[in-house]
């Protein structure tokens, strides 16, 4: 396959994500889950992580999120090494975007952002001031969605819950933006509007920067900059999209021929023969 591709030049941005020499082994059992990972994220860039089921995109993401500790390397997240600062205190930095939380369905839109402020799930009345509500307002807003503001989570559809979501995740007003399968079961409007979404985020915010877990290149926002492809927890390819997004690597990735096109910025793969034959 060649060289793999390595990121761009570091330039000025700052690293907002430096992974060296990254493992993670199973306790109990000793399996390798990751391996050597060599990664950097600099602020406004935007990666997308890809790889197959099992290829270790969850594991990654959760050192990312100071969720968990490698078992050998360095992992360092905005500027603080994991295991030498109260990951308590760092995560509260990092905006994580996963449907894991159990959210309350009967409470509105706009609590649920306010919880964001404090990294609950149920919200924390006393710590809402006028300040914190109207930054909700704006992140609603922003998201355009702030008609959701009174209306309950549970009665969201699922790509104005992700949207909600992502408004939660930014009260931190966070220099990394972490989204675990955020298009996850919506339908193609609802795909659509979260893209725009994400589109708008990245003009909006340019120090922001994003890592997306992601299984269909279709949902990828033409904001997405980079990718890292995982295959059996080891680096395939890092890179540019233009560098990583092709149809070489993404057959190496998945294991089967894999055809990828590109069309206003946005991308598209599939696998087999044309016309299905």
Not at 213 to 220: A, C, G, Q, R, S
Request: charged letters at 25%; proline letters at 5%; hydrophobic letters at 40%.
């Amino acid at each position: 396959m060649g060289e793999v591709p390595t990121e761009e030049p570091a330039g000025l941005r700052e690293a907002v994500v430096a992974l060296r020499e990254v493992s993670v082994h199973r306790h109990t059992t000793g399996q390798v889950i990751l391996s050597e990972i060599d990664w950097t994220v600099r602020s406004g860039e935007h990666w997308a992580l890809l790889g197959a089921n099992g290829a270790g995109k969850t594991t990654l993401l959760r050192l990312l999120g100071a969720l968990m500790h490698p078992t050998t390397g360095t992992v360092e997240v905005l500027g603080f090494r994991l295991g030498r600062v109260d990951v308590r205190e760092l995560r509260a930095r990092i905006g994580h975007v996963s449907t894991a939380p159990r959210v309350p369905q009967d409470v509105t839109a706009h609590t649920v952002v306010l919880t964001g402020h404090t990294g609950t799930v149920q919200p924390l009345w006393r710590k809402y001031d006028d300040t914190v509500r109207r930054r909700a307002d704006e992140l609603l807003a922003e998201l355009d969605i702030k008609e959701l503001a009174d209306r309950p989570y549970g009665v969201c559809s699922g790509g104005q819950r992700a949207r909600v979501l992502i408004a939660r995740a930014l009260m931190a007003d966070p220099s990394l933006l972490l989204l675990d399968e955020p298009f996850n079961a919506l339908d193609l409007p609802s795909r659509e509007d979260l893209v725009d979404a994400m589109q708008r985020l990245a003009e909006s915010r340019p120090g922001l920067a994003t890592v997306t877990v992601t299984h269909h290149l279709e949902e990828l926002s033409p904001a997405v900059s980079h990718t890292l492809l995982l295959r059996e927890g080891r680096v395939l390819a890092r890179g540019s999209v233009d560098e990583t997004l092709t149809d070489s690597w993404l057959t190496s990735c998945f294991g089967r021929p894999i055809t990828v096109a590109r069309h206003d910025g946005r991308w598209a793969a599939y696998s087999g023969r044309p016309g299905g034959r």
